[in-house]
Structures are given as structure tokens and as C-alpha cells.
């Protein structure tokens, strides 16, 4: 499909609303997920890197293997 100029690029034959709709909903869900993802990452290794200073990770055990470590002596 040729368009003869731009106007008539961006208005897509009447559907212009809908398609550059559609495609602002799409970038802004991919962006959202990739920020989503990015800051759960960021957020995690902070988290470890804290961990490793303050040896929290020792001191925060999990119950549950606590039970399983009894359970085993």
C-alpha cells in the first residue's frame, strides 16, 4: 500500500486512530514490562549486595530448613 504524502501515511486510510492506537498501547506495555523487570533487578541486587555486607543472610535463615537440618541429625 503507497501513500501519496504523510497526512495520508499517518491517517491510514480512516483507520489511522485505531492503528497508531494500537501501536502506542503495545510500545507502552513492552516499556512497562521492560521497566518492570529492570527495577525488580536492580532492587534484588541491591538486596544482595546488602546481604553480603551484613551477613543478614545467616542471621534470616528460613525456618523451614532449620526443621530440615534437625530433622537430619
Do not use: H, I, Y
Given at each position: 500500500m503507497?501513500?501519496?504524502s504523510w497526512s495520508e501515511f499517518f491517517a491510514m486510510g480512516g483507520h489511522g486512530l485505531y492503528?497508531?492506537?494500537a501501536y502506542g498501547a503495545t510500545f507502552m506495555v513492552l516499556a512497562g514490562s521492560y521497566l518492570a523487570v529492570r527495577m525488580q533487578a536492580?532492587?534484588?541486587q541491591r538486596m544482595?549486595?546488602?546481604s553480603l555486607r551484613?551477613?543478614?543472610d545467616q542471621a534470616q535463615a528460613d525456618p523451614a530448613d532449620e526443621s530440615l537440618n534437625r530433622s537430619q541429625t
Open positions: 503507497q501513500f501519496e492503528v497508531w492506537l536492580v532492587r534484588q544482595l549486595a546488602w551484613t551477613g543478614a
